[in-house]
């Protein structure tokens, strides 16, 4: 996986959920993002200690806005941590960020992420006049963040006329697939030129 840097400013959470709503108005309003980091660490609930923070809208966009997927070197008031983006808030109508969490990375426990599909190969059935249509443009996996690749290709190049290729068939190394067994990956599609040399051929 590639890396991105990115750094915050930590922020003081209002007890008054009104002050809070303010607050919250203003940073956006000045071309910020607050954001969470749920980290390794537990509190007195169990629960993962979170971090509040700022980054500014801009340094945000490439991370956001991408087909990559990124480890994020993440930098709070000097102090760094690998972490992950899990959760991305965007405004309803203007499609803006509204709020992110991360998840601070533990090294020794996988984690779970969507990763992009890419196809290789000249399918058969497209050699036959089909279409192939690629169903699922992300497969959520589980693995060390060490063993996560930026892409997860899958060859088609034996696919033929109406067959399909379904995540139960697929696996990779150190990966383990989360989606559905029976989930459509890609398939070739039967077009109208196909159907008719088919006819023809009968």
Not at 36 to 49: E, F, W
Not at 78 to 84: C, E, L
Not at 167 to 194: D, F, H
Request: hydrophobic share 45%; aromatic share 6%; charged share 25%.
């Amino acid at each position: 996986m590639r890396s991105f840097e990115l750094k915050g400013t930590a922020r003081n959470i209002a007890e008054r959920s009104s002050e809070q709503k303010k607050a919250l108005k203003a940073m956006r309003k000045n071309n910020e993002v607050p954001c969470v980091l749920y980290g390794v660490g537990k509190d007195a609930d169990g629960k993962p200690v979170a971090t509040h923070f700022t980054v500014s809208y801009d340094s945000l966009r490439n991370l956001v806005y991408t087909p990559h997927i990124y480890v994020v070197d993440l930098t709070i008031d000097g102090k760094m941590v690998n972490a992950i983006m899990k959760d991305i808030q965007f405004h309803p109508v203007k499609d803006t960020i509204l709020h992110v969490d991360f998840y601070q990375i533990d090294e020794a426990k996988p984690i779970v992420m969507e990763v992009p599909v890419a196809l290789e190969g000249l399918a058969e059935g497209v050699k036959a006049g089909g279409k192939l249509s690629l169903q699922a443009r992300k497969l959520k996996v589980k693995a060390l963040y060490n063993l996560i690749p930026e892409k997860l290709v899958v060859n088609v190049s034996n696919l033929g006329l109406g067959k399909t290729i379904k995540v139960g068939e697929l696996s990779y190394e150190g990966l383990e697939l989360i989606n559905a067994k029976e989930a459509v990956v890609c398939a070739v599609k039967l077009t109208r030129a196909a159907r008719g040399a088919a006819a023809t051929a009968k």
